[in-house]
């Protein structure tokens, strides 16, 4: 089912429940080679840096203000 939208639905569905939990900040990591993954966190305001760990792309959301 690749590219029909659900791992966007699945991401953003997670994002508002943590949200409304009051979760202050959602982390991830991916294999560099998962360039849809980075671009998609990168899309849903994730900053993405592949420099933090050898072989891992990091990204990171901050989900409440402060």
Same mark, same amino acid.
């Given at each position: @089912?690749?590219?029909?939208?659900?791992?966007?639905? =699945? =991401?953003? @569905? !997670?994002?508002?429940? /943590? &949200?409304? &939990?009051? +979760?202050?900040? !959602?982390?991830? @990591?991916? /294999?560099?080679?998962?360039?849809? $993954?980075?671009? =998609?966190?990168?899309? !849903?305001?994730?900053?993405?840096?592949? +420099?933090?760990?050898?072989?891992?792309?990091? $990204?990171? /959301?901050? !989900?409440?203000?402060?």
């Amino acid at each position: @089912h690749q590219g029909r939208g659900l791992g966007r639905y =699945l =991401l953003r @569905h !997670l994002i508002g429940h /943590l &949200r409304q &939990r009051g +979760t202050r900040e !959602l982390v991830g @990591h991916c /294999l560099p080679e998962n360039t849809a $993954m980075s671009a =998609l966190a990168r899309q !849903l305001g994730f900053a993405v840096d592949m +420099t933090h760990e050898p072989g891992a792309v990091w $990204m990171r /959301l901050p !989900l409440q203000e402060g």
